[in-house]
């Protein structure tokens, strides 16, 4: 994962994130998913406005190399991870579990006890292997379009204190 940076959303990083989300939809989630529901989750790019709309209150990081984005995540206030997608050409390299585990430290310096998902077929792997929990399961879409979502939690409780040597 070398050459990554995480940092906040910019202004101007809303049309790039709605590309990534949907080719994330569209390519990355072709193995889990029928076009019918990748079609029912993301028709089509997010217009500008409507994206931007969408990601208003949340907590969203971006994972950018080479200056353009990759990938993001986004949080909400309360600790629940909406959106965490990466560009499927970059998936498999480490980036959203990166991404993952910068929200997660963002939950817990603002002081959050909890944090919860719906994770798709496609990250449910991802969520497990950072230490969540599956809760339950959860039905979106309609039709042919419809699709069964994994929910977890995690549990932040305190940060371990480091090690001092002393015993």
Do not use: C
Request: proline content about 5%.
């Amino acid at each position: 994962m070398s050459g990554i940076v995480i940092r906040v959303m910019r202004d101007g990083d809303v049309p790039d994130l709605a590309l990534i989300f949907h080719r994330a939809v569209q390519e990355g989630a072709a193995g889990h998913y029928d076009q019918a529901q990748r079609d029912g989750w993301s028709p089509s790019v997010p217009s500008n406005a409507g994206w931007a709309a969408r990601l208003v209150g949340f907590t969203v990081l971006v994972a950018e190399a080479g200056g353009a984005p990759v990938g993001f995540v986004a949080m909400d206030g309360a600790g629940l991870v909406d959106l965490l997608f990466v560009r499927p050409d970059r998936a498999r390299q480490g980036i959203g579990a990166a991404l993952l585990a910068r929200a997660t430290a963002a939950a817990r310096e603002a002081g959050l006890v909890q944090m919860t998902a719906e994770a798709s077929a496609l990250s449910a792997g991802l969520f497990s292997k950072a230490g969540w929990r599956e809760t339950g399961l959860r039905e979106r879409g309609e039709g042919a379009g419809r699709v069964t979502n994994r929910l977890f939690a995690r549990n932040l409780g305190p940060s371990p204190l480091p090690a001092t040597g002393v015993s």
